[in-house]
């Protein structure tokens, strides 16, 4: 959350750090918010399924349910999940218009955790944060034991792409999306590495772009990038957004 927080202050944000507690016990009201990201890491001491109980403190808390219910249906809002935050707000997808289509993440195929730096490309897709940014290929770091997304159907990635509901694919080394391991880190079909709602507003990604928006961070820059890396493009679309 400290670099979630970092790279928003860098676009133009006021950055606030807001706990479950603070909304479960009405000390804080998400409508006085315009963007809502829900970051990973280590919740609930990244036990199994611990996105998904994340949600259900959600789902089953009636002021819980009614504060995030609330967000998702303004217009003039943008929400960003990454990697436990992408799981919960997944879980999530009752609440929010526009995610009928989306899938489960759950535990990754080789059934451990993978950590490293991953190259990802960017499809045409209908979110907001990743608006420009068609067709961009680049090093973005993974970090996740439950990253594999999971369909009802066997078709279900195909027509999550098909309709721009796709937001990352993993690509191997000749930027082709593949579902090979380790390119893949967790045998998501068609390499899916992130997902939005129909409209944009909200974009969930199970890669970790805020570790890598310098380009010291990454493991390999172009000398024509400066100081920013290429995914500081997406935080500063969020910026865009809201004028």
């Known amino acids: 959350q400290t670099e979630m927080a970092a790279v928003f202050t860098r676009v133009g944000f006021d950055a606030y750090d807001v706990h479950m507690t603070d909304i479960l016990a009405g000390r804080v009201r998400l409508a006085r918010f315009h963007g809502l990201v829900a970051c990973g890491g280590f919740s609930y001491g990244d036990v199994l399924g611990a996105g998904e109980g994340w949600a259900k403190s959600i789902l089953f808390n009636p002021v ?6 609330a967000f998702f249906g303004r217009d003039a809002t943008f929400t960003l999940g990454v990697c436990n935050g992408c799981q919960m707000l997944a879980a999530l997808k009752e609440l929010i218009p526009g995610a009928e289509r989306w899938p489960r993440f759950v535990r990754n195929r080789s059934e451990q955790y993978e950590a490293r730096l991953s190259l990802v490309q960017v499809p045409r897709s209908n979110s907001v944060l990743l608006a420009g940014m068609q067709g961009s290929v680049l090093p973005i770091a993974v970090a996740h034991g439950e990253g594999q997304a999971e369909f009802t159907s066997h078709s279900g990635a195909g027509e999550l792409l098909e309709h721009g ?3 990352l694919q993993y690509v191997d080394h000749h930027e082709e999306p593949t579902e090979s391991y380790p390119f893949n880190p967790n045998g998501s079909p068609l390499g899916l590495a992130g997902v939005c709602s129909a409209d944009g507003r909200v974009t969930l990604l199970m890669p970790h772009p805020e570790r890598v928006f310098r380009s010291v961070q990454n493991s390999w ?7 920013d890396g290429g995914w500081m493009r997406l935080f500063r679309n969020a910026r865009v957004f809201l004028r």
Do not use: H
């Open 165 to 167: 509901l796709g937001a």
């Open 221 to 227: 820059a172009s000398k024509n990038w400066g100081e």
């Open 64 to 69: 819980a349910r009614d504060e995030f219910a």
